[in-house]
């Protein structure tokens, strides 16, 4: 899987109540939240993310509470693949059962910029930023992983996995 996008680079430590405030947790509709994606960091982001874009974070992206609505969040609004230092656990978690690819690379995101055109291939590792034509590696997605993000999370993973067998 490759995904191709500009760049919406932010800092350490986002936390979930930043990704989505918990002020819209009546909700769990993808596109309502998707309104509201990091309106407190960011109030111009959902107007500026076009789909297929990538999110480029600090360490521990996703820190907070466990609440699925934050990957969801930035799926719906359009992002692709969300790289990062680091996440937070629950957070890489839940990213996975919902679909979201994300990668751990802390050279990629020093060397990419809001504003930079990035390629991500879950299959080899591959991050490269198009507009200062540099390449970085991360740990490539198993293939395992990769049909989950296929997929559109685990759950329709499993559900497609069963189909096989019945």
Same mark, same amino acid.
């Given at each position: ?16 109540? $930043? ?14 939240? =998707? ?21 480029? !974070? ?7 509470? %466990? ?5 969801? !969040? ?5 992002? %692709?693949?969300?790289?990062?230092? %680091?996440? =937070? ?5 839940? =990213? ?11 050279? =990629? ?8 055109? $990035? ?6 590792? %591959? ?38 067998? !019945?």
């Amino acid at each position: 899987m490759i995904f191709k996008g500009k760049a919406h680079k932010y800092y350490d430590n986002i936390d979930t109540d $930043v990704i989505i405030p918990a002020r819209y947790l009546n909700t769990s509709d993808p596109n309502e939240l =998707a309104k509201r994606c990091l309106e407190d960091l960011d109030k111009e982001f959902v107007n500026k993310v076009q789909k297929g874009d990538i999110l480029v !974070a600090g360490r521990n992206f996703g820190c907070g509470s %466990s609440r699925e609505h934050a990957p969801i !969040a930035i799926k719906a609004c359009g992002v %692709s693949c969300v790289v990062a230092k %680091s996440f =937070a656990r629950i957070f890489y978690r839940n =990213a996975v059962n919902i679909g979201l690819p994300i990668v751990e690379c802390e050279e =990629a995101v020093d060397g990419i910029e809001t504003g930079d055109e $990035v390629e991500v291939d879950l299959a080899t590792g %591959s991050i490269r930023n198009l507009t200062k034509n540099k390449e970085f590696k991360a740990k490539p997605f198993p293939e395992f992983m990769q049909n989950i993000m296929k997929a559109g999370g685990l759950i329709e993973f499993v559900k497609g996995e069963l189909k096989k067998d !019945a």
